[in-house]
């Protein structure tokens, strides 16, 4: 399972800090809605069936929005380590 | 509480493009809760923006340059003493710290602290001899080599790959990416700074700073650390905020510990893209960026008094991370009785 660092912080504005960089982003509302989900810890399968339920989407291009966000947040060093690939 | 009563010398009130870091280290002793600070400023030009804030600056006597030797300025020092009966002075150029660490103790003699890095620490880090800083206390710096001759340059070239850093021995950086530009760089700071010049391996990366201070027995008392977030063409943040990596501190601890460093300090780090640092420099002194440590729970202008004082300061437990400073400039609007003053007789 994806999980985050503890002390990233995101805002209600989707303004997210990390505070090991000092980098910040902003989210839209649909990442920010990922963003939480991932950093609840809940499991791909649980965030893809909730994604396809709310959004019309497919399920193939989900898999690949999803996967580039992780990647993202493993970029900016937002993942703990010991789950990179 | 009640406070103590001290005054204290503040060199260092000039605020250009690269600004000094006197006026935020006054504002930091000026919002001590431990010590009543009076502020005598130490000028070198009529100029400098901190002779003219009387809310901050209680009075300002112009000192000689380094470069007319420690005699000269301890004639000086002796005189301003005997009108302002001074406790600490807090050095703040590079190019001063020298003289002042040579007369640390006939300052004593006179009643007069600083808390400034030994001779050795001094010598060592400069950065000159970075590299075998590096090798003795195991910490990664990037490759580099002083310059005494520009056609130096061509032959170094060939062992180090452009870019590389062309910089002056107390200030000024240049990025070069072939040998005529280096050697442009060359002349250009070597006019300013002097001989050798120093050209550095070129890391790519984020940049990021530590300030602290050290007791000069191993121990951390400060260490804020900060990412630039605005960083003009001189290379200096204008706009920076507190981060909270623990790479950043061990890396501070260890350069602490191993070298028992004595004063307050500024690490240069680049993070490169593997997520490792390289120190750049290490400044021997405050950064003018000080006033951010102040903001985030770590006055170290304050604890640097109270140090030269003999008082025993407790190291600073935490700092509040994802706190900034942006950096502004502000026109004073001056007398020209009082620019005439500092100008002609030398106080103000």
Redesign the interface.
């Known amino acids: 399972m994806k999980k985050m660092k503890s002390?990233i912080?995101l805002s209600e504005s989707g303004f997210v800090?990390n505070?090991?960089?000092?980098?910040s982003f902003t989210l839209n509302p649909v990442g920010q809605q990922l963003f939480e989900m991932i950093r609840e810890g809940q499991d791909y399968q649980s965030i893809r069936k909730k994604f396809l339920e709310i959004y019309e989407v497919e399920d193939s291009i989900f898999e690949k929005d999803y996967e580039d966000f992780v990647h993202l947040l493993h970029s900016y060093?937002m993942m703990e380590p010991d789950e990179q690939a | 509480m009640n406070r103590r009563k001290v005054t204290v010398a503040v060199t260092a009130l000039n605020a250009i493009d690269s600004p000094g870091p006197g006026v935020p280290v006054i504002r930091g002793l000026k919002e001590s809760e431990m010590l009543d600070v009076r502020i005598v400023g130490l000028s070198y030009e009529s100029l400098e923006p901190g002779i003219y804030m009387h809310d901050i600056v209680d009075k300002v006597y112009q000192i000689p340059y380094p470069s007319s030797g420690i005699e000269s300025l301890l004639a000086r020092i002796e005189y301003i003493h005997s009108k302002e009966n001074l406790d600490v002075i807090i050095p703040n150029f590079d190019a001063e710290l020298f003289p002042f660490i040579r007369l640390e103790e006939r300052l004593r003699a006179m009643g007069i602290r600083t808390f400034l890095p030994t001779e050795k620490q001094f010598d060592e880090r400069h950065k000159i001899n970075l590299p075998a800083f590096g090798k003795k206390y195991g910490i990664k710096v990037p490759a580099s080599e002083p310059v005494n001759d520009p056609n130096e340059i061509g032959k170094i070239s060939k062992e180090m790959k452009f870019p590389l850093l062309v910089k002056g021995k107390f200030y000024d950086a240049f990025v070069a990416f072939n040998a005529d530009q280096a050697r442009e760089y060359f002349h250009k700071v070597s006019a300013k700074w002097g001989l050798p010049i120093i050209l550095q391996e070129y890391v790519k990366g984020?940049e990021?700073n530590v300030i602290g201070l050290g007791d000069g027995k191993g121990n951390r008392i400060a260490a804020v650390p900060?990412?630039k977030?605005y960083i003009t063409d001189k290379g200096k943040a204008w706009g920076?905020?507190?981060?909270?990596?623990?790479k950043m501190l061990a890396l501070t601890d260890h350069f602490i510990q191993s070298t028992k460093w004595r004063g307050p300090f500024e690490l240069e780090l680049m993070?490169d893209e593997k997520?490792e640092f390289s120190l750049l420099e290490i400044n021997p002194r405050i950064p003018a960026w000080v006033y951010l440590s102040v903001g985030v729970g770590q006055n170290i202008p304050e604890a640097l008094v109270r140090l030269a004082l003999g008082e025993k300061v407790d190291a600073f437990s935490h700092y509040e991370?994802?706190k900034m400073f942006i950096r502004y400039s502000w026109d004073m609007i001056v007398d020209l009785k009082d620019y005439q003053q500092i100008a002609t007789y030398g106080e103000l």
């Open positions: 002390n912080a800090f505070p090991n960089t000092g980098e060093q | 984020i990021y900060i990412r977030q920076g905020i507190s981060v909270g990596d623990e993070k997520n991370i994802g």
